[in-house]
């Protein structure tokens, strides 16, 4: 790697930096001369399942990380969705550095954190081809600056992570879902907070408008009304209880359905991926990250024809149009800036995403930060630039 | 421990600074600035009170936009900057400097905004971290890091350390619990991170900005995440007749895939000097006591509890009482929350130390430390949240006693080499700040430092705020950037504002 790094300095090349390459089409096209593959550099170095404790190489796939951890019991508690299939390419290609790069956090979100929460350390290679390393493989450390958070979400435009030590935690005997059957986006939410806001421990919340719903592959949904899903995850006997909780709190909100651990799983594996939204072709989509009870307004300012569904409460919103993306663009922003909160053009074409500010626009002062970071980590510009922001 | 050649010319000005800190400020402003004496003592020292120094000057402003004024004139004028919240810091990252500006946030005190819809709270930085909670317990919420100065220590200080808790092992750290926050940079400019959603859309400053220790900026306002309190929480007191076999029980628990709220161990020195101090009813033959706290719904509670008590004795546990009510669990609380004042009876002096290592090395470690501890002729106490690996030997000195300290320094060095050596760190939740900083090459190589020195850079280019402590070497910031960007400057120009 590092020597790759000096080739590309010398050369004056820049690099697309990639694993498998199954999220290529997120971020901006980029201004790369050359390619940078990660994905021979795989394989786990330690798994000590006692001490909850995983390093493995960036290039792994998270599907090898998953069985792994499920021969013990454990599991990758932030659930990173597999994005392939969204981008029209395979389901299972994803690995270790692209979620991680990504920041790729799934419905688990709410509970456990972020991708970036359970990022223990890891070693890079910067922009001027230094080797280096961050964090350690202990869960409490706050030895210098937590460079981990920092990488977690770049998308390799700061340094390439070459091998990542993560947290991973026991995966829960059972995870079962309320169905919760309500009509409109405003119901939904005030179902999600309430159950939110009870000691239930909910591990997900999301809502399915019926145009969602429909696609789903869990036959409880197929008749294709609008239902919010609330996800209860642990042992047998506490789920139990808290299932009977929450269908009495919840009473009088709309028709009430259990959902089994099988098909629990199925529905929030398609949450999870939004798998909503792949079959329909290069369709737009918008990731929205808002207050949670702000999730309603949001979608209340979107065009009758886009499809949206919730997820984190309802502060995640995603959202598919098939109007003019740049001005789509600026109705969301101007929708999120009304109540504090990202949007990030997840999908679009090439063309598009050379124009329309993938990522939220940073303030000015933010801005700054911004810039410096990436010239003191990369000043030639070597690991994907232009892949975030214009010129970075 | 040597702190940086104090600015001499900067010292012969203290007035003149003083005045034009002074001059910032209108007259019908609340903004004070402290120069007698006298009144500048209370500044001396955090709560690494060891070392001391006394400040050029402390400013307390009201405001962020006088916090902004304040840091542009010290930009301007390249004066140094310490910030300070409460002043708790275990490992002096709030010392003053003879020659820097403190800067106090006490009068950041005010709750902004409570918000159970979105279930975050909005607070100024100065705000302790125990009154959030409190501020939210008649619905039934609270704030999860729970520090053990959780009632004197700000929200903004724990930013500043990512502090942690007994509880964090469940419910993450700082960072884990921290949505947003207002942070003032050097130059005076005002930067809002993250808010009331989660996660940022481009890099994670907000991850960057938590845990850095008063080097990045000065924080004036902090939006937290509150959690439901839990219906059931109970604790158990577990005996052990060695420390290996409470090793052995932290490992099986977590190995049946348990988490705990919260697992905390104490060596028999530990265990003695608190029973002898609050009578928490601990067993005085054990060699070894693990705190095994319990929460959530009432049945999983009750599932979970006997699960580990089944796992306590197959590992060879003494003894095992479960708390059977709220007084009681407190009290079995009480021991442990008053480890240091207890061990502070044992001996005039104490270092308080904060290594983490993989919880498998445990026995080892404490065999270790216990050698260290005939070597150095001084005593240590454990006290060990188990659960995430995060030790903290109280090492027991005089300092009347010549060389004493020394001694105690030197031992405590020798722990956290001790922690670098078996795969763990240097700290695991008090900071590094002046106390850990020489031993940053044990954990890190030039390279590794470098880079974090590079965020620095781009922060504060200057290193105007906080030099002394974190790096034990302080570098110069080299213009690395093609497009390098000079404050004013609007980078980003190109791109629509949408």
Known sequence: MVAAVRWAIAERQAFAVSGSGSKLGWGRPGEQTASLSLSALDGIDLYEPEELVLSARAGTKIAELEQRLAQHGQQLAFEPPDLGPLFGGAAGAGTLGGAIGCNLSGPRRIAAGAARDHVLGFSGVNGLAEPFKAGGRVVKNVTGFD???????????LAVMTQITLKVLPAPEEAQSILVFAAAANAAIEIMGAALRSPHELSGAAYLPARAAVRSRVAALAHGRSVVVLRLEGAAPSVAARRAALQDLLRGHGDIAELATPDSRVLWREIRDVTPFISDGMRAVWQVSVPPAAGATIVALASADDDVFFDWGGGRIWLASEHDVATTTIRIRAAVAAVGGHATLVRATDAVRRTVPVFQPPSRAEAVLIARLKDNFDPHRILNPGRMYEGL | MRMPEPDAAVIARKDEIAQALSDLFRADEKAAVITDPVQLRAFECDGLSAYRMRPLCVVLPETTEQVARVLRHCHEHKIKVVARGSGTSLSGGALPLADAVVVGLSKFSRILDIDYANRVVVAQSGVTNLSISEAVAGEGFYYAPDPSSQIACSIGGNVAENSGGVHCLKYGLTTNNVLGVELVTIDGEIVRLGGRHLDAGGYDLLGLITGSEGLLGIVTEVTVRILRRPEVAEAALIGFPTAESAGACVAAIIGAGII?????????????????????????????????????PAVEVAYLRERVAEIARSVGANSVQTSTSEAERLRFWAGRKAAFPAVGRLAPDYFCMDGTIPRAKLPFVLTRMSEMSAHYGLGVANVFHAGDGNLHPLIMYDVNKPGDLEKAEEFGADILRLCVEVGGVLTGEHGVGVEKRDLMGEMFTETDLDQQQRVKCAFDPDSLLNPGKVFPTLHRCVEQGRTHVHHGELPFAHLPRL
């Open chain 1, 147 to 157: 460079l981990s958070k920092l990488l977690s979400g770049s998308f390799g435009t």
């Open chain 2, 260 to 296: 705990p709220a919260g697992m905390e161990m104490m060596d028999r020195p530990a265990i003695h000097a608190t029973e002898a101090f609050v009578h928490a009813g601990y067993p005085l033959d054990a060699e070894a006591l693990l705190i095994v706290e319990l929460d959530g």
